[in-house]
């Protein structure tokens, strides 16, 4: 009856040797999605505080620029645009509907003399 025997020598695990791409770690501009956010906080301010003009266009132009820039930050900039889209639409309705609705009713009142 034979005894059997253990093999205790170490072995080396052989691995390959990193690629040129992996071993690069990715630059700051790969990682950065510092104009989608901007874009997103512009978009969200303008909301926050008055429906202005200026601050929605800023806020698709950030964004615009952000989806060619950072891959990386394109949901923001991508959700940027679309809530600076819809916070400059909200008051150029508004004043389409002032115009359309509500300044014939002024010139109605006007004309009846009240």
């Keep these: 009856m034979t005894t059997p025997t253990?093999?205790?020598?170490?072995?080396?695990?052989?691995?390959?040797?990193?690629t040129q791409e992996e071993a690069v770690?990715?630059?700051?501009?790969?990682?950065s999605r510092s104009l989608g956010i901007t874009s997103l906080v512009l978009a969200i301010a303008s909301i926050a505080f008055g429906y202005t003009l200026i601050v929605p266009i800023a806020a698709i132009v950030v964004g615009s620029i952000g989806l060619n820039r950072e891959p990386?930050?394109?949901n923001f900039s991508t959700w940027g645009i679309i809530v600076g889209a819809v916070s400059l639409a909200l008051p150029v309705l508004a004043l389409a509907f002032g115009l359309a609705f509500l300044a014939p009713l002024g010139a109605f009142a006007?004309?009846?003399?009240q």
């Design 6 to 18: 253990i093999d205790t020598t170490p072995t080396i695990a052989t691995t390959a040797a990193p």
């Design 25 to 31: 770690p990715p630059t700051a501009g790969d990682t």
């Design 72 to 74: 990386a930050g394109r």
């Design 110 to 113: 006007a004309f009846f003399g």
